[in-house]
């Protein structure tokens, strides 16, 4: 190879000096691209040009030798046509043998630099071509050249009609494309052979140039006759040989890449160049041969005829070779006759000023832009092969759509562009992914060249790449992803608007390429696709570019859902399946899929199964099968060896696959699509058992997917369970089948039975089956984290995985639970506790303690302390069990009733310390509050209400009440603003109630120890009047509020019974009648409800249909009524006696004379009351409001 500084050594900047320091590259090493270049100043008006050496072959740069005067170039050098590192292919290109440009030397280009095609490089062709175009306008020559569209970059290659045309007369391969020419352009075509002359000034050059670098300037003998005639032998075959290659066959592989060996695609050129014209960016091939050293650095030869002057070609010609590849000095050697007459040294920027071979750069400039709008604008469909053609003489320049006009023929296979092309795209799109997460904008152009790349190739000749080329299609859709909304950020939305696609018509202009008809041409144009009427338009500043846009490359297809993105990926991962299947032609293969008959699958009765125990032995045979794929076995049904193409890319789609119906089965689950969602799992499933059997190494990353697809399946058998009044509509669901997920699963059953996972994803009508199902799913996933040691790696999925299984043995455990209650409400006969209850209480203390473990490995205390709190429910419900021993009269609080009431306190209470503080979880800790404050409560209420007093004192049970009570009363939150506030005043009233109530009791049983008796004493009097003001502060509780008030007028009339003195009494007595007084409030809201519920029964009348709310009990408050009255009654008319002047010392006291006066008349007034038996009970109600106002205005005792 040439020296890393090649485009600065042998391109320097105009005018500027040689540099040193050159480093030799070993061979095969590309070029640093480095700023090198320049913008030279030609002809008066700037051109921008810039070129940087991607790859050089070249030898280190040697000084050119000067040949002498008179030095006669027709005699052979003595090194003539032999291989020279100084020369390189130079010599022998000039001659036109077998290192002949090539009709596919732009692929050769664009394989070696496969990162700048499709987006970065406008054109990519032989430095030839791109002159030939650039002289068109100056030029009668004829131009054939074959354009392909790969992403933004166009393929340049010369189409050799001769060439072609004779191979088609030997093989027949083109025999559409010579009846099309001849019809349209060229009726008598025939082949014209290269005159005498031509080979003779190609002789002269070639001896020249080989004179240059011999440097002794001696002539040699002439060859022999022989050897001329070999030599002769050798230029003819190089220039009448097919360099066409045969068509293509499939590689082996397409990663070992012999395409370019076998198929003539090498890149030939001592140098690839990044040009830079203007704003034209072209990848370049040139072989030129370039010398230097001492005072010139950098400089091109060519010699000239010194009776010819220089044209213009000619000028444009060296003038172009020379910015290519950045050549600042042109020497020209003159002949005459070929005697070497003189040399030139010419600057490259005086080129176009020249004698005779004056042209404007700015000009040349105009027409690479026309040009390449003109080609970018009409060559559209990517994979197609688009031909430019103008005739020797002619003017019109037409542009053909080969495989449009191929595809009209009997086989459209027959372009030889096609595999070429074909694989050109799937290499641009292979490069382009590997960037696909630094480059996501390119999803579009990505999507556009393997499509067009599959729609190039025979499906069942190139089965390899097409499953490769969907394979990627499939993998630009992320499924791992969230989907984005739409934005005008979104890479995949970028150029939605300017997009081009296969089927996008072609813009059209009547100007430009509109059809042209004259007397000389064929009246028939209607094949091509673009005209350009006269090459003097190429001249005319932005002719096209104004017209034209350069369109973008293809958008990427905005998917609404995630069902529709993946299903997407599904039909490009179904394609690929059916690629690789029919590369197995064999006679075990399986019959193809009939899209109208369902696939069998193996359904087994659950009654078979065992139930729980069979679903046991299935997570068992599951297990094993996941150790032995730790270990590599392979067991694939179709015979696929492993290691294969086929094998590896069936893994892959089957493995995408899996992941598509996992993220369409996740999808439905968030639409509560349940039976959708366990199809989808099911299909997931399915396909991951297969890559099971194919797989001989199982990944980690393999095994994470798994145990991710388990857990998804136990949460959607969780909520088919909790469901279950939509399971026919789910049934239907999960029944339901496309034609493409049957065909996948065929493809799925050429490899394995698919009955891997049938225990898990089989649609159960039992909710134990599916809860059991559910908990097994979520132990599989565990136990696969487990063993394959992921759990260390990924800790969220594994804490996530232990959450859900404490959740649904949580879920288990209540509903044993709940059976175990149903069970114990049905007794009814038997009062003792049966053998299936006590079954039922074991299985749910099981679920609950494991659950209680999971959520403790991950230090999950909330969840924890709500399995907590539910197995404290459940031995409530065993406690309960046990409480109708007995005869109901002779019931006694029983011991086992005794013992799981503790247990329950005791798992409540570990429940709190589970939580430490509320701060954790108020709601949490509120509830478990109140479920231990409930369970005090009970066993208080059953112990006061069946005191065990075969076993216990009463002083003891009494305090065992007490201390129970007041537990009770410190677990309820009478002061939080909750939604369970009024329940805790209501709890704590009750509380004060009965604990006031017992007091009493006590103090009226009590005989001796007056201390004991002051005591109780004041405990009942504390605890009423603290009941009295919880129940006040309730609205809806009127009734307990009097009947706590009426317990106190009680209680005052006990302790009035025991006082000897009048004084004492009428104290009490006025303490009696003042409570009363404050029972007002209670008959208001009695009275207020019972209006209400008038008003209500009236409206019920007239509309049936409005339903009546839940009423006061009128018994209850008619009973507590006449207990009141009864007791207002006695408490006047006690007062009235110990008022009266008998009763009483003689004295003056205006009060008590006031008092007895007021309480006679009240006293009258409810006898009167109280006598009428026709009175409502509202009115009765009205006259004790009454009755208690005249009471509450002083004219009580004082």
């Given at each position: 190879?040439?020296?890393?500084?090649?485009?600065?050594?042998?391109?320097?900047?105009?005018?500027a000096g040689a540099r040193g320091g050159l480093r030799l590259l070993s061979p095969g090493e590309p070029e640093e691209p480095s700023a090198q270049g320049s913008a030279l100043l030609l002809g008066g008006s700037e051109v921008k040009s810039r070129a940087v050496v991607k790859y050089s072959s070249a030898p280190p740069r040697a000084a050119f030798a000067r040949l002498e005067e008179k030095t006669d170039l027709k005699l052979p050098p003595a090194n003539w046509l032999r291989e020279s590192a100084k020369l390189g292919p130079a010599g022998t290109t000039?001659?036109?043998?077998?290192?002949?440009?090539?009709?596919?030397?732009?692929?050769?280009?664009?394989?070696?630099?496969?990162?700048?095609?499709?987006?970065?490089?406008?054109?990519?062709?032989?430095?030839?071509?791109?002159?030939?175009?650039?002289?068109?306008?100056?030029?009668?020559?004829?131009?054939?050249?074959?354009?392909?569209?790969?992403?933004?970059?166009?393929?340049?290659?010369?189409?050799?009609?001769?060439?072609?045309?004779?191979?088609?007369?030997?093989?027949?391969?083109?025999?559409?494309?010579?009846?099309?020419?001849?019809?349209?352009?060229?009726?008598?075509?025939?082949?014209?052979?290269?005159?005498?002359?031509?080979?003779?000034?190609?002789?002269?050059?070639?001896?020249?140039?080989?004179?240059?670098?011999?440097?002794?300037?001696?002539?040699?003998?002439?060859?022999?006759?022989?050897?001329?005639?070999?030599?002769?032998?050798?230029?003819?075959?190089?220039?009448?040989?097919?360099?066409?290659?045969?068509?293509?066959?499939?590689?082996?592989?397409?990663?070992?890449?012999?395409?370019?060996?076998?198929?003539?695609?090498?890149?030939?050129?001592?140098?690839?160049?990044?040009?830079?014209?203007?704003?034209?960016?072209?990848?370049?091939?040139?072989?030129?041969?370039?010398?230097?050293?001492?005072?010139?650095?950098?400089?091109?030869?060519?010699?000239?005829?010194?009776?010819?002057?220089?044209?213009?070609?000619?000028?444009?010609?060296?003038?172009?070779?020379?910015?290519?590849?950045?050549?600042?000095?042109?020497?020209?050697?003159?002949?005459?006759?070929?005697?070497?007459?003189?040399?030139?040294?010419?600057?490259?920027?005086?080129?176009?000023?020249?004698?005779?071979?004056?042209?404007?750069?700015?000009?040349?400039?105009?027409?690479?832009?026309?040009?390449?709008?003109?080609?970018?604008?009409?060559?559209?469909?990517?994979?197609?092969?688009?031909?430019?053609?103008?005739?020797?003489?002619?003017?019109?320049?037409?542009?053909?759509?080969?495989?449009?006009?191929?595809?009209?023929?009997?086989?459209?296979?027959?372009?030889?562009?096609?595999?070429?092309?074909?694989?050109?795209?799937?290499?641009?799109?292979?490069?382009?992914?590997?960037?696909?997460?630094?480059?996501?904008?390119?999803?579009?152009?990505?999507?556009?060249?393997?499509?067009?790349?599959?729609?190039?190739?025979?499906?069942?000749?190139?089965?390899?790449?097409?499953?490769?080329?969907?394979?990627?299609?499939?993998?630009?859709?992320?499924?791992?992803?969230?989907?984005?909304?739409?934005?005008?950020?979104?890479?995949?939305?970028?150029?939605?608007?300017?997009?081009?696609?296969?089927?996008?018509?072609?813009?059209?202009?009547?100007?430009?390429?509109?059809?042209?008809?004259?007397?000389?041409?064929?009246?028939?144009?209607?094949?091509?696709?673009?005209?350009?009427?006269?090459?003097?338009?190429?001249?005319?500043?932005?002719?096209?570019?104004?017209?034209?846009?350069?369109?973008?490359?293809?958008?990427?297809?905005?998917?609404?859902?995630?069902?529709?993105?993946?299903?997407?990926?599904?039909?490009?991962?179904?394609?690929?399946?059916?690629?690789?299947?029919?590369?197995?032609?064999?006679?075990?293969?399986?019959?193809?899929?009939?899209?109208?008959?369902?696939?069998?699958?193996?359904?087994?009765?659950?009654?078979?199964?065992?139930?729980?125990?069979?679903?046991?032995?299935?997570?068992?045979?599951?297990?094993?099968?996941?150790?032995?794929?730790?270990?590599?076995?392979?067991?694939?049904?179709?015979?696929?060896?492993?290691g294969s193409w086929q094998h590896k890319m069936k893994l892959q789609l089957i493995l995408k696959s899996s992941k598509a119906y996992y993220v369409l089965s996740d999808a439905a689950m968030s639409l509560q699509k349940y039976g959708r969602a366990l199809r989808y799992i099911k299909l997931a499933l399915q396909s991951h058992d297969t890559y099971c059997c194919l797989c001989t190494n199982m990944l980690s990353e393999v095994l994470l997917f798994l145990s991710q697809y388990l857990t998804l399946c136990g949460d959607i058998q969780l909520m088919l369970?909790?469901?279950?009044?939509?399971?026919?509509?789910?049934?239907?669901?999960?029944?339901?089948?496309?034609?493409?997920?049957?065909?996948?699963?065929?493809?799925?059953?050429?490899?394995?039975?698919?009955?891997?996972?049938?225990?898990?994803?089989?649609?159960?009508?039992?909710?134990?089956?599916?809860?059991?199902?559910?908990?097994?799913?979520?132990?599989?996933?565990?136990?696969?984290?487990?063993?394959?040691?992921?759990?260390?790696?990924?800790?969220?999925?594994?804490?996530?995985?232990?959450?859900?299984?404490?959740?649904?043995?949580?879920?288990?455990?209540?509903?044993?639970?709940?059976?175990?209650?149903?069970?114990?409400?049905?007794?009814?006969?038997?009062?003792?506790?049966?053998?299936?209850?006590?079954?039922?209480?074991?299985?749910?203390?099981?679920?609950?303690?494991?659950?209680?473990?999971?959520?403790?490995?991950?230090?999950?205390?909330?969840?924890?302390?709500?399995?907590?709190?539910?197995?404290?429910?459940?031995?409530?419900?065993?406690?309960?069990?046990?409480?109708?021993?007995?005869?109901?009269?002779?019931?006694?609080?029983?011991?086992?009733?005794?013992?799981?009431?503790?247990?329950?306190?005791?798992?409540?209470?570990?429940?709190?310390?589970?939580?430490?503080?509320?701060?954790?979880?108020?709601?949490?800790?509120?509830?478990?509050?109140?479920?231990?404050?409930?369970?005090?409560?009970?066993?208080?209420?059953?112990?006061?209400?069946?005191?065990?007093?075969?076993?216990?004192?009463?002083?003891?049970?009494?305090?065992?009440?007490?201390?129970?009570?007041?537990?009770?009363?410190?677990?309820?939150?009478?002061?939080?603003?909750?939604?369970?506030?009024?329940?805790?005043?209501?709890?704590?009233?009750?509380?004060?109630?009965?604990?006031?109530?017992?007091?009493?009791?006590?103090?009226?049983?009590?005989?001796?120890?007056?201390?004991?008796?002051?005591?109780?004493?004041?405990?009942?009097?504390?605890?009423?009047?603290?009941?009295?003001?919880?129940?006040?502060?309730?609205?809806?509780?009127?009734?307990?509020?009097?009947?706590?008030?009426?317990?106190?007028?009680?209680?005052?009339?006990?302790?009035?019974?025991?006082?000897?003195?009048?004084?004492?009494?009428?104290?009490?007595?006025?303490?009696?009648?003042?409570?009363?007084?404050?029972?007002?409030?209670?008959?208001?809201?009695?009275?207020?409800?019972?209006?209400?519920?008038?008003?209500?029964?009236?409206?019920?009348?007239?509309?049936?249909?409005?339903?009546?709310?839940?009423?006061?009990?009128?018994?209850?408050?008619?009973?507590?009524?006449?207990?009141?009255?009864?007791?207002?009654?006695?408490?006047?008319?006690?007062?009235?006696?110990?008022?009266?002047?008998?009763?009483?010392?003689?004295?003056?006291?205006?009060?008590?004379?006031?008092?007895?006066?007021?309480?006679?008349?009240?006293?009258?007034?409810?006898?009167?009351?109280?006598?009428?038996?026709?009175?409502?009970?509202?009115?009765?109600?009205?006259?004790?409001?009454?009755?208690?106002?005249?009471?509450?205005?002083?004219?009580?005792?004082?």
């Open positions: 190879m040439g020296d890393s500084n090649e485009a600065g050594a042998e391109a320097p900047p105009a005018k000039i001659l036109g043998n077998s290192k002949k440009s090539k009709p596919f030397s732009s692929f050769g280009m664009a394989y070696d630099f496969i990162d700048s095609v499709g987006n970065d490089v406008d054109v990519v062709s032989d430095s030839e071509n791109i002159k030939k175009l650039l002289k068109i306008p100056y030029s009668k020559s004829h131009v054939s050249m074959a354009v392909h569209r790969v992403g933004r970059t166009l393929l340049l290659d010369e189409l050799d009609i001769q060439e072609l045309f004779m191979r088609s007369s030997q093989t027949g391969d083109w025999t559409w494309l010579k009846e099309f020419y001849q019809r349209l352009i060229d009726q008598k075509w025939q082949r014209k052979k290269k005159s005498k002359e031509h080979w003779y000034q190609k002789a002269i050059l070639s001896k020249f140039l080989y004179y240059s670098i011999n440097g002794d300037g001696a002539a040699q003998p002439v060859p022999s006759a022989a050897e001329q005639q070999e030599s002769r032998s050798d230029q003819t075959s190089g220039s009448d040989g097919a360099a066409w290659p045969a068509p293509f066959e499939m590689p082996s592989s397409v990663s070992e890449d012999p395409i370019a060996s076998s198929q003539g695609l090498k890149n030939d050129f001592v140098r690839n160049i990044l040009w830079t014209f203007e704003d034209i960016h072209m990848l370049v091939g040139s072989n030129m041969p370039i010398f230097g050293g001492g005072r010139y650095p950098a400089v091109s030869l060519r010699l000239r005829d010194n009776n010819k002057p220089i044209n213009v070609l000619t000028g444009i010609d060296c003038w172009l070779d020379n910015l290519i590849c950045n050549v600042p000095e042109l020497v020209m050697c003159f002949h005459v006759n070929g005697i070497v007459q003189k040399y030139e040294m010419i600057k490259t920027e005086e080129i176009p000023n020249l004698e005779n071979s004056n042209f404007s750069t700015k000009v040349i400039k105009d027409i690479a832009q026309n040009i390449l709008s003109f080609l970018k604008s009409n060559c559209t469909k990517e994979g197609h092969t688009y031909w430019l053609f103008k005739a020797s003489g002619s003017d019109i320049v037409k542009l053909y759509d080969l495989t449009t006009l191929c595809e009209e023929t009997e086989d459209k296979y027959q372009n030889p562009f096609t595999m070429p092309v074909a694989v050109l795209l799937y290499k641009v799109a292979c490069n382009m992914m590997m960037k696909k997460n630094q480059n996501k904008k390119h999803y579009g152009t990505i999507r556009t060249l393997l499509l067009n790349c599959v729609k190039l190739l025979d499906k069942s000749r190139h089965p390899q790449i097409i499953a490769s080329a969907n394979y990627m299609l499939s993998e630009l859709f992320q499924l791992d992803e969230p989907k984005k909304e739409e934005s005008s950020e979104s890479p995949f939305n970028e150029n939605s608007d300017e997009s081009y696609s296969e089927e996008e018509e072609e813009m059209g202009d009547s100007d430009e390429n509109g059809s042209h008809s004259t007397g000389s041409d064929p009246p028939d144009d209607s094949k091509a696709v673009a005209i350009i009427k006269s090459v003097g338009e190429l001249s005319v500043p932005e002719k096209y570019k104004s017209i034209h846009q350069i369109r973008p490359s293809c958008a990427f297809p905005v998917c609404h859902d995630t069902e529709e993105r993946c299903r997407l990926v599904l039909s490009y991962v179904l394609e690929g399946l059916k690629s690789v299947d029919s590369s197995m032609k064999k006679e075990s293969d399986l019959p193809a899929a009939d899209p109208s008959t369902p696939i069998p699958l193996k359904y087994e009765d659950e009654s078979a199964r065992g139930g729980p125990e069979g679903l046991e032995k299935q997570m068992a045979l599951f297990l094993d099968k996941m150790g032995s794929l730790q270990k590599g076995n392979y067991s694939s049904q179709s015979g696929m060896i492993p369970a909790q469901n279950a009044n939509n399971r026919a509509a789910y049934l239907e669901e999960f029944h339901y089948q496309t034609k493409e997920d049957q065909e996948i699963l065929h493809s799925l059953h050429r490899e394995s039975s698919c009955q891997g996972f049938a225990w898990a994803t089989d649609l159960s009508t039992d909710l134990e089956s599916q809860l059991s199902v559910s908990c097994k799913c979520y132990e599989a996933a565990h136990e696969i984290l487990q063993f394959s040691d992921l759990k260390s790696q990924n800790t969220e999925h594994y804490v996530q995985v232990l959450k859900r299984m404490g959740n649904v043995r949580n879920e288990i455990g209540v509903f044993y639970m709940n059976q175990a209650a149903a069970l114990q409400s049905e007794r009814l006969v038997s009062k003792n506790v049966s053998a299936a209850e006590q079954q039922l209480w074991k299985k749910s203390f099981a679920c609950f303690e494991k659950g209680i473990h999971n959520f403790e490995s991950i230090g999950d205390a909330t969840n924890a302390a709500l399995l907590l709190c539910n197995t404290g429910r459940l031995m409530r419900i065993c406690a309960q069990a046990h409480c109708g021993a007995g005869d109901e009269f002779k019931r006694e609080f029983s011991p086992e009733e005794g013992l799981y009431y503790n247990k329950a306190v005791d798992y409540y209470l570990k429940a709190l310390r589970s939580l430490g503080t509320r701060d954790r979880h108020p709601a949490v800790w509120d509830s478990v509050n109140w479920e231990l404050s409930t369970t005090y409560f009970t066993m208080a209420t059953l112990q006061q209400d069946y005191a065990p007093l075969s076993r216990k004192a009463q002083e003891q049970i009494e305090k065992e009440v007490s201390e129970a009570m007041m537990k009770s009363l410190k677990h309820c939150d009478v002061d939080s603003a909750s939604a369970r506030q009024p329940l805790c005043q209501y709890r704590a009233a009750t509380v004060h109630h009965r604990l006031a109530s017992m007091y009493h009791s006590c103090l009226r049983n009590q005989v001796g120890d007056e201390h004991l008796r002051k005591q109780h004493r004041a405990l009942a009097d504390l605890h009423y009047s603290k009941a009295v003001k919880l129940f006040q502060v309730l609205k809806d509780t009127p009734c307990e509020l009097l009947r706590v008030q009426l317990e106190r007028v009680a209680f005052a009339e006990f302790q009035m019974t025991g006082q000897n003195s009048n004084v004492g009494k009428l104290k009490t007595l006025s303490g009696a009648l003042d409570i009363m007084v404050r029972t007002k409030h209670a008959f208001q809201l009695i009275r207020k409800e019972l209006v209400e519920e008038l008003d209500q029964a009236k409206s019920a009348a007239s509309s049936p249909a409005a339903e009546a709310a839940p009423s006061l009990s009128r018994e209850e408050v008619l009973r507590l009524l006449s207990i009141f009255e009864s007791r207002l009654s006695f408490l006047l008319l006690q007062s009235i006696k110990l008022l009266s002047p008998g009763r009483r010392r003689a004295s003056n006291n205006v009060e008590e004379d006031l008092a007895l006066r007021a309480n006679k008349q009240i006293y009258s007034q409810l006898l009167r009351a109280t006598a009428d038996r026709n009175t409502s009970l509202v009115e009765r109600i009205d006259v004790l409001v009454h009755l208690l106002d005249q009471l509450a205005q002083g004219s009580a005792v004082q």
